[in-house]
């Protein structure tokens, strides 16, 4: 007495069973995708299937690190598979950087755009500010000279007016 169940179960596990085995021959013999992935796709089961069942799984594994045959094309190679790995790490990493410098860039200059439209930022026109102060300076500086050269005069002046004046009183 069995179980029509269980042995219905049984028939589904043999029928998918034949399905991957027919698919890593196929794959084997047409240079096709040689992964649990490509494998479960052709075979029309789910991975979990390859993983719950060791020994397919562990053909499938051999069937991929088996060298390529006469007149087939070789398959990719796990070597080759993780250097473009590294590779496409190692890119990765420089566009993050790329990426995060350009965010850093746009928020400084959101920032100072912000700052300015807010009124509490420098004027838009600093340089011309500056250059304006620069002016200013020297036009001061022109001036003090001038002042100086005035007041010495006018001291020179003052000295000759109490001269004169001392002279004219001992005269007297």
Known sequence: MTNPMID????????RRERVLK?????????????V????????VDRTFLYRHRDLLERVHAAANTPAEE????????????????????????LT????????????????????E?????????DQLQRRITLLEQEVAAKQDELDERTE????????????????NQRA
């Open 118 to 126: 807010s009124g509490l930022g420098a004027p838009v026109d600093i």
């Open 153 to 168: 005069e006018l001291e020179a002046a003052r000295a000759a007016n109490r001269e004169l004046t001392r002279s004219l």
């Open 71 to 94: 007149g087939r094309v070789a398959a990719v190679s796990r070597a080759s598979l993780q250097t473009d790995l590294a590779n496409a790490l190692e890119r990765n990493k420089r």
């Open 8 to 15: 219905g179960k049984r028939a589904d596990s043999t029928r």
């Open 37 to 44: 992935s490509g494998l479960a796709r052709a075979a029309r």
């Open 97 to 116: 950087a790329r990426v995060r410098q350009l965010e850093n860039r746009l928020s400084s200059q959101l920032g100072d755009a912000v700052w300015a």
């Open 23 to 35: 698919a890593i021959d196929a794959a084997a013999k047409n240079g096709g995708d040689i992964t």
